[in-house]
């Protein structure tokens, strides 16, 4: 009778042991999980594959919506070797997330599709997603040319017609030659200083040594003899710490001076004018001219001030406006009518005018000024900033031969500080450009040698390339290649770059490399967007366009060819195509096809006066151009019958945005809030939020609640000033709750927290709890009383208490 029972045990025992060992395995192979290896994908003009490879088959659930595709694969991990597929017309990203257990895999669509099949196959394992699309297409693949800023057809002429009116257009050989960018350079002003009026007419007094030292510009002597005086009244002390601190800027001594000039301050003495002036003085040498011109401007308000100072008042604060760059407040002040200049003061007044002329770009009477003043000896010795400025100036009035004298002045000897490379620079080159090759070429390589890295060498070292290239031949143009190429790169200084890679792009064309010249120039116009070389850049890049296209189609590279078109499609669509071009880039468009759609898109833009035809993604750009002629009721025609025809179309929310800037335009409120309110009008985040301010100004508190509700509801978190907007439409609306809730998040906002918390005692009192909002209008009383909410605060707490 034993026997069953122990058959029973063993029986029990081994299927307890098949289940542990299925148990184990079943958790090894969950353990291990499942590679995504690669994914392919597949193209016909009706349908998109793709085909993810897998080490073996995981589960799976699929999620669409529109235009969107989400794969969630249970226990998938990516492969290190997985390539990620790129973007095109009909796709516009693909995503991979990775979560505890699962990989997340989504499909942004550019359009919604006709139907979507996922399915998984075995041998090998593999998931099959199927994107079927509508065999016409009513939406164009972003590829097929984006023309959301096409201009109208007059504009596009004007515009073309701008291209073609460079300079360098069929002549860029001369481009090396002549054209060039200046350089910005302003040597340190030396302000000027003449002689004051006579403080001691005593001759008896104690101080007339002092005065005597003064009239003789003895001022070392000045400090020597008044450090002997002694027994002086109260007003000879003072005249003579005036004497010695104007002695003291006068030799150096500028920290002494100041310290001594501040405490004559102090005693606003019977001088203060001369003390505010030398104080003002000081700071300048200090440099600080904003400041001193603030001291001179407080004694020009004064009517009492002293006449014989006034000239020199008024010629400093001109000194200090032209060190900070006020060249038109300079020549304000120095060419004042009824003022009495100082004879000893004609002279640097004449220069500081051309001074002032000079900076405000009036280089005709700047320089016959400076040309005149050459012949007073030592004069710019002394005023490097106007000598460098009358350089300068005949530099850019092209007399070369004026600039490079002046230039030489200034580096023989060579003053060592900031900016002494330009100068070293700008001597070569004015030498150069005045016909004496040899000093030129010297005096550039100087530059290039004694200040390699300033912007005076890259600059040099710029103009010596362009002379290697112009005075070579074909092997010459194909070393300077590389050359303004590696400046373009190296150097720290933007113009210098950024005329070194244009140039680099020019040469490359000369040479007949199109497609790395095009390539260049896409570079540059992505790096200097503002560059006055744009208009220039554009040119060459739509005269080299047709011939890359051209090889790109010949190479087999179709796609190339339709993505450099993509890429200038702004500049394409302004400067118009001739007929080759469009038969090149429809066979492109063919190839990869989209034979519907670059019929319609080039042929449309091969000739726009034949008709305007109605096709949906023709009403967006049509709507923009009149926009931005300020045509708003032929914007708002096109608007309203792609909405009436398109009502939720691809361009349904631009044009809907169009619409409503044409009702406002023409002051049509009535329709606007027609438009607002219909049913089945465009909805997002930004159309909402104006929605809202349209409303806010009608005073429709529900119609504002119900547009920024939307806008959380779809996700997003309201700025700031939207969430004051939407508290106050809940306050008007009696939703207190609601407005409290709003208030509470805005309380410590420097904008709107005055507003939220004078909100909330208001709601307070209208819920009978009378003490917290007392406390709480005090609050904002004391923390922001002078405020309007705080004097509405104040207001409402004093009728409370009472």
Known sequence: ????????????LLLLLLL?????????RAAEAVALKQMVKEETPSRTRITLELSDLPKFSTVDSGQRLDLLLSNVQLSPDLHRLPEDERIVKILLAEKKEELQLSILLRRPPKNIITEPKQNPARIMINIYWEANES????????????PPRKAGRRAAKFQQESPWKDNWDNFFRNYRTYWQLQLPVNFTLPQLPALVADEESPLWPLQQHADNNMFLSLIQTATALSGLDPQQNYLRDLLVAEAQLRTGSIEGGIARIDALRRQNGSEQTRVEYLTAYGQALQDQPLVAQLTLQQRLSNAEIDQPLLPLVHFLFAETALASGQNQVALEHLQISDLSWPEKLLVPLDMRIADAKAGLGQLEPALAVYQDLLEEPGLFDVYRFSLNRAAFSAFKNKNYQLASRLYRKLIEPLIEGPGDDLLLFAAGLSAYEAGDMGWGMIGLQRATLDRPGSEGGDRAELRLIDQKLIGGGELE????????????????????????????ALTLYLLGEHQASIEALMRFRRSFGSSSLIREADLLILQQLPTVVRQFIEQGNDLQAVVLAEKNRKLLLRSGFDKN???DLATAFDRLGLYERSGRVLLYLFDRSAGKPEQEFIYLPLAQSFSKRKEYQQAGQYARRYLEKFPHGEDSGALFEILLDAFERENRQEDLLAWLGRKDRPSSSALEIRAAYIYWQ????QDV??????????????????MALLGEAYYQSDKYRDAVKIYKQLDKDSAFGTQARYRTAQILLRQQRRSEALKLLKQVVETDGNSSWGKLAQDLLIQEQR
């Open 139 to 150: 939406t164009r693949p972003s590829v097929a040319f984006r023309i959301t800023d096409m």
């Open 698 to 701: 009608q005073r429709q508190w």
């Open 1 to 12: 009778m034993r026997h069953p029972i122990h058959i029973v045990k063993i029986v029990w």
């Open 477 to 504: 143009l194909a070393q300077t290649v590389d050359e303004y190429a590696q400046l373009g790169e190296t150097s720290q200084f933007r113009q210098v770059r950024e005329e070194s890679q244009f140039k680099h």
């Open 581 to 583: 071009f469009l038969r």
């Open 705 to 722: 609640i119900k547009s920024l509700e939307k806008v959380i509801q779809s996700g997003e978190t309201l700025q700031v000033k939207e």
């Open 20 to 28: 542990f060992l299925m148990s184990v395995t079943m958790t090894a």
